[in-house]
């Protein structure tokens, strides 16, 4: 079993910046791809960055690629998503997600976890 806690997310204009957190508890972190998804209102969930076991690997969908950076810390067992130059679709129930193994999760389908999410609003 594992356990997945997000917190930093809230309000925030348009332009702003937000860093989500997600801490795991249950198994042996490092082992694991890890990522984030979000669901907006009335739309499927979709991904947004997922990291490798090592952090070597990391990947973005299009739309915040050169403004979220996705980071873990093996030692405090958390992942975290910098998000800069918020806009309004960002908008969002942000989600931490543990990955079946050590792939980082690029799609639902990889996803053995989930936190209860964090809502992210921008205003604009």
């Known amino acids: 079993q594992v356990q997945l806690v997000e917190s930093g997310g809230g309000l925030v204009q348009a332009g702003g910046s937000l860093r989500l957190s997600c801490a795991a508890s249950?198994?042996?972190?490092?082992?694991?791809?890890m990522g984030w998804f979000r669901q907006a209102p009335g739309k499927e969930r979709e991904f947004v960055a997922s990291?490798?076991?090592?952090?070597?690997?990391?990947d973005y969908v299009d739309s915040v690629k050169g403004r979220f950076t996705i980071s873990r810390d093996n030692a405090k067992n958390t992942v975290y998503l910098q998000m800069n130059s918020l806009k309004s679709e960002d908008t969002a129930v942000y989600y931490c997600?543990?990955?079946?193994?050590?792939?980082?999760?690029?799609?639902?389908?990889?996803?053995?976890?989930w936190g209860q999410g964090t809502q992210v609003t921008v205003s604009s």
């Open positions: 997600a543990a990955g079946l193994d050590s792939r980082p999760p690029r799609s639902s389908i990889l996803v053995g976890y």
């Open positions: 990291i490798s076991w090592s952090s070597i690997s990391t």
């Open positions: 249950g198994r042996t972190f490092s082992s694991y791809g």
